[in-house]
């Protein structure tokens, strides 16, 4: 059974730095590339950074590029997001998520609040 | 990418079908030769589940009344007879090009 299970949510102050991780396991988590989507409150879903299956290759949205680092550890079978120079408008639930042209699997999302 | 859907709200009937409609700005089709299309379900409080993947490969446990098709730019899901449970925010996404982009979500809700 495919689990992503995540942490490192929280409330943080505009401009401060917060770090989420993804522990995934039921799966050959080596194989898959790996991608992290936010979604604010009661808005839609945004793919936000997404990372290769080897972690060689990264992607990131614009808005987030220069502030946000995905990587990925092929041994633990983890999945970082390390946000910097964070704003209010990156409040929003950031799942994990198995795929990156083919999304699968989600994990249960994290709740990021950016707030003063 | 622009992945635009309609409609945004779909007021259903119980036992009655339903179709959304996703249409992009560029093709999907990827250098492989494959279409990278998928449909998401959102239910309240949930997060989401994927339903359909390369346009119309339904995911396993996925009910077979959900159905999807489409080509190129223009694609839809359809529901052949709505149920209880298929309440929630249905979304079109597209793994082609970066950034990978999806549809603004239609909420499927009773009457």
């Known amino acids: 059974e495919v689990q992503l299970l995540q942490s490192g949510g929280g409330l943080i102050q505009p401009g401060g730095s917060l770090r989420l991780s993804c522990a995934a396991s039921?799966?050959?988590?080596?194989?898959?590339?790996m991608t992290w989507v936010r979604q604010a409150p009661g808005k839609g879903l945004e793919c936000v950074a997404a990372?290769?299956?080897?972690?060689?290759?990264?992607d990131y949205a614009d808005y987030v590029k220069g502030r946000f680092i995905i990587s990925r550890d092929n041994y633990k079978n983890t999945l970082d997001l390390q946000m910097n120079n964070l704003r209010v408008e990156d409040t929003a639930i950031y799942y994990c998520?198995?795929?990156?042209?083919?999304?699968?699997?989600w994990g249960p999302g994290t709740l990021v609040t950016v707030s003063s | 990418v622009l992945m635009t859907q309609s409609p945004l709200s779909l007021p259903v009937t119980l036992g009655q079908p339903a179709s959304i409609s996703c249409k992009s700005n560029q093709s999907l089709v990827y250098s492989d030769g494959d279409t990278y299309l998928t449909w998401f379900q959102q239910r309240p409080g949930q997060s989401p589940r994927r339903l359909i993947y390369?346009?119309?490969n339904r995911d396993s446990g996925v009910p077979d009344r959900f159905s999807g098709s489409g080509s190129d730019t223009d694609f839809t899901l359809k529901i052949s007879r709505v149920e209880a449970e298929d309440v929630g925010v249905y979304y079109c996404f597209q793994g082609a090009h970066w950034p990978r982009t999806f549809g603004q979500g239609t909420k499927v809700e009773f009457k």
């Open positions: 998520v198995q795929g990156t042209t083919v999304p699968a699997f």
């Open positions: 039921g799966f050959t988590f080596r194989s898959w590339g």
């Open positions: 390369k346009v119309s």
């Open positions: 990372v290769s299956m080897s972690g060689g290759s990264t």
